[in-house]
Every structure is written in C-alpha cells, then in structure tokens.
C-alpha cells in the first residue's frame, strides 16, 4: 500500500464513517508500481516544479538534481561539480564511492533528501545523495519580544541547525541529548527535542515524545503553534508551555531539569514541564544582584493583581459598594461621573476594548507609525472621551494602570491570556459586585489548581507546597542559596549541587 493510500485509510478508518471526505484522484506516480528508482521516475516526481534544478553531464552519464534555493552554491560546486568534471570516466565510480557520497535505494528517500536540500546523483541506475544544504537564514539577533539591560542579547532564529549550536556553545557536555522527529503530514517540520542526561526526569521525557509521535496535522510552523497540540488542556486560557527566544533562558532550564523543543522555521522554544509562576520570571533577574532581582519579581505580581482587579474593583465599588469610597473623593468621583450617560460596566468595557484596539494597532503597524499610535492616540482618545462625557477621569486611570500592568509580565502570551480574563471579572463585578468579583477569583484559581503541564502540577511550589523552591519563584534569593532543581521536575540524583535560574 503506497504512502498516499495508508494516510487516507487511517483517516478514514479514525472517523468511523461518521463523514464523507473528499478524495482527489492518486496521482500516477504514487503507485506501487513507480517506486522502481530511476532517474525518470523522480524527475516525474518533481514535474512543474520550476525551483528544482536539473544539470546533466553527457561525457560521464550523470544527471543531477537539485532545489537550487536550498543549496549551498559554493559547497555543491567544491564537492559535486568540481570532482565530476575533472574526473575521467573510469575514475567515476571511484569519485561516488567517497564519502560525502551516499549510496540510497529508496525512491522516497531520495526525493525526500532532495526536499531536505541535498543534491541527487544520478549513474547508471544508481543514486547517490550530498549533503550541500545551504539557504539563506536570518542573522542571530537580539530578541524583540525578551529584551533585556545586561546580560547575552542573542536570540533564537528560525534556523534549527543556528539555534541548535547556541545551546551547545553553552553547554558543553556530552550528557545534552537531542532527538529528532518530524511533524507534519504534508510539511514534514523537523522537531529536535533536548535534554541533559542523569539530570532530566525520563518519565517526563518519554511522556512529551510519545505526544510528539501522536501528533497528526498537515503543517506545523512555529514553537507557539507546536506546543498547542502537546497541551494538557488545550481549551485553558494559560500556556502551559514556557516559549522563550532567548539561549540563556533555555540553557538555565536545561540545566533545571526541563526539556526543550526546537521546532525548524521557528525562533520560539519550548520549555517542559512548566509552572505558573515560570512567567513571571525574567532573565534580567539573575545578572542583578538578587535584591534588585527580587523587589522587581515582586513588582510583576504586584502588576499581575492590578492588571486583573483595577478595572472590576472600579465597576464593583461605582456600581454597588459606594460606601467602600473614602469620603475625599467620593465627591470628586460624583463629579467626573455626573456627566456619563452609561452604567460603569459599559464604561469600563468601552475603555477596555479600546485600549485593546490601539494596542492591536500599534503592534501590526509599522514600528515608527506604531509607537505614534500607541501614545498619541491613547492620549487623544482618552481626552476627547472625558470631554464628550463617555468616560469619567478616574477610570482612565483605572484601565492606564492596568495597561501598564499587563506590559510588566515578561511573557507576551501569559499577558494575553490575563488581559482576556480581565473582561470576565469585569462583567462579574458589573453583575453582582464584589461577590462577583471574589467568584471570578475562586474560578481562577480553582482552574489553576487543576492544570497541569507534562502532567505535573501547574502552581507547583504553591500546591503541592515546597517551602525549599519558594526562594527562586516570589524571590530571587542569592545564588549561594540557588543550589537545588525544581521539585517539578526532581528525579532521585537532583541532589546534587546543581544551580538553576
């Protein structure tokens, strides 16, 4: 049974019939009959592809195939051209039988090496395959989305092979493994997971590759995408996946017992297992010194309760819990919402979603134009609205503080996902007030308290509670004191004297 005939079959066959599908007639050269490797058969393979370069070499009987926008030109000319044109007929079978030649006898192979961006030798019946691969990548850069003031300012790129040599620049030990898998029906992405030996819990391990092989989509094209389809709870509105650009992010949970993913074409790699409170820290905490590091962790949950309370605290006390306002500004509150033709809910919501809109707006926009739209607009906006009576002064202040709030988390996606619950707790304060208010915050950390990430608890050290992690989670305690892995992730020889950021 060919290829294209077992996938459909499995599909099929998962459906229960339970729908029709759509089938496209099998292309001719898929059958079993045309798996014969010949040099005809994958050149019919290749037909209209205007990108895959054929160079034949009459005097010798070569023929050769290439995708010439994955090549390295140099390299190919040096080790394929170059040898071949120069050698005598009898010296040809001598040249293919060198090393950088590799003798294949799979039609499938070949045509998947050629994809892969090696170059396909073609004598007397027989295929050789060369490693040539070469396209062009983006440079290593510094991260726009995990900036930092001191510390390494290199990044990820979308090159597996660049981001591959970051690590090991960082980690010299033969201990760090890396397997390879491919992902992806039609787009065969290739997924390099790492890990250190005698140091990474392999239960943990042979959980996120046995969810790797189950993985069944056409195309997978980035790490955020990717780490979507290995979730515990895919419907959860928390990542349940750590996505960092940053080397010396990924190399400090490497060393902390933690797996990483590195998805070819994509600059995000993901970290496994994962707790809540891993958002919130940043790599700018380890290169200060720690009380710096610490009272700016504090910050950033100090901006987490702001950014989720501020605007439903406000609709809560306006709409139903007056005598909650001290008696100072209780006039000055009556005074700015004398003019509001609205209940606070739709005030508040009005303001939110326009925040939002301008912040979607600054962030498709063009760099320079983005920043003019984020502050100038802000700031028009806001002002005409107070005037026109939409919206009162104190609110303003209310959802500037909380968008402010939400830039103090390092991570962009754990920020979106608090942002959208900010609407919820809005609504619930809007409804019922503080009681509503308190109820969102019971769901919220009733739903954290069942998640989990590579099946290990996700509030980890909070519950189950381990008092000995607390010191690098709401503190960055000394790195003298920094001497042990998380408990996530702790397997029996963790004991050891192992530092961990």
């Known amino acids: ?118 170059a396909a030798v073609f004598h007397e019946d027989k295929a050789y395959l060369v490693f040539v691969y070469g396209p062009e990548f983006r440079a290593v850069e510094q991260s726009e989305t995990e900036t930092v003031i001191t510390g390494p300012h290199d990044s990820f790129t979308e090159s597996a092979g660049t981001n591959l040599s970051l690590v090991r620049r960082r980690v010299k030990s033969s201990h760090l493994k890396v397997l390879k898998f491919e992902v992806g029906e039609v787009t065969k992405t290739l997924v390099f997971v790492l890990y250190i030996k005698d140091i990474v819990n392999m239960e943990l391990v042979n959980e996120f590759v046995r969810r790797i092989e189950g993985i069944e989509i056409d195309a997978v094209y980035d790490g955020n995408m990717f780490s979507q389809y290995i979730d515990d709870f895919p419907n959860s509105l928390f990542p349940q996946f750590l996505i960092t650009e940053r080397p010396d992010t990924a190399v400090s949970k490497l060393v902390a017992g933690r797996i990483l993913a590195i998805v070819d074409g994509s600059p995000a790699v993901v970290s496994a297992p994962t707790a809540f409170f891993d958002f919130f820290a940043s790599a700018d905490d380890y290169y200060q010194r720690w009380s710096i590091g610490t009272a700016t962790r504090l910050l950033r949950f100090i901006a987490f309760v702001i950014t989720i309370t501020f605007t439903a605290f406000y609709v809560s006390v306006t709409t139903y819990h007056y005598e909650m306002i001290p008696e100072a500004l ?86 979106a996902s608090i942002r959208l619950i900010r609407f919820g707790l809005i609504l619930l304060a809007g409804i019922w007030g503080n009681f509503g208010l308190m109820l969102g915050i019971a769901a919220i950390v009733i739903h954290l308290s069942g998640l989990t990430s590579l099946g290990t608890s996700y509030i980890t050290p909070v519950a189950p509670a381990k008092w000995g992690d607390w010191k690098d989670v709401f503190l960055r305690g000394p790195f003298a004191t920094l001497m042990r892995r998380p408990d996530q992730n702790r397997t029996a020889n963790s004991k050891r004297n192992k530092m961990r950021k």
């Not at 060198?98 to 892969?116: C, H, M, P, W």
């Not at 000055?332 to 979603?353: C, D, Q, W």
């Not at 962030?363 to 806001?382: D, E, F, M, S, Y």
């Open 1 to 118: 049974m060919s290829i294209w005939n077992r996938v459909l079959f499995s599909f099929s066959k998962k459906t229960d019939n339970r729908m029709k599908r759509f089938e496209l007639p099998l292309p001719a050269e898929t059958s079993d009959a045309d798996e014969t490797l010949t040099f005809a058969h994958i050149l019919h393979q290749f037909e209209d592809c205007i990108d895959v370069f054929h160079r034949n070499i009459p005097s010798l009987g070569i023929d050769i195939l290439y995708i010439t926008h994955l090549i390295d030109h140099t390299q190919f000319s040096r080790e394929v051209i170059e040898p071949l044109t120069n050698g005598q007929t009898d010296d040809i079978s001598d040249i293919l039988d060198q090393s950088n030649f590799s003798l294949e006898r799979d039609a499938k192979e070949v045509v998947k090496g050629i994809l892969s961006g090696q």
């Open 330 to 415: 209780i006039l000055t509150l009556r005074e700015s919402r004398s003019k509001v033709p609205f209940p606070p809910v739709y005030e508040a919501m009005l303001m939110e979603v326009t925040i939002e809109l301008l912040r979607e707006a600054g962030a498709r926009l063009p760099t320079k134009v983005g920043q003019t739209i984020g502050i100038v607009g802000g700031i028009v906006i806001g002002q005409a609205a107070v005037q026109a009576g939409l919206t009162s002064n104190i609110l303003i202040i209310a959802v500037a503080s909380s968008a402010i709030s939400s830039f103090v988390i390092p991570s962009y996606v754990m920020s």
